[in-house]
């Protein structure tokens, strides 16, 4: 997972939605429209997003548990409640 995927996924949770194109002109990404579609198949891929059709996703319950910090992607596994308070932060950030 990237910071990008977490950007990504908080833009998408943000906005009830996303397609490539326009989540590339976001402030809050400025990577290549290709990058953000290659990033978007990767978290297909882990479940965390959910394609409608014509590109634009949605984010799954799984997604949401991720930004949480209550589910891991790598491992794909939902953390139990002492791990996420050692783990990452919400949005899968690990704090110095």
Known sequence: MTLWDDRI???IRE??????????E????????????TRMKKL??????RNLGNGVHVITDVGEAYL???YDAEAEAYR??????DGPT???V???
Do not use: N, Y
């Open 9 to 11: 996924l908080e833009i």
């Open 15 to 24: 906005e009830g939605s996303g397609a490539p194109t326009e989540l590339s």
């Open 26 to 37: 976001h402030e809050a990404i400025g990577v290549s429209k290709q990058h953000v579609s």
């Open 44 to 49: 297909r891929e882990h479940g965390l997003l």
């Open 68 to 70: 949480e910090g209550e």
């Open 80 to 85: 139990d409640a002492g791990d996420a308070q």
């Open 90 to 92: 919400a949005g899968g």
């Open 94 to 96: 690990t704090e110095p």
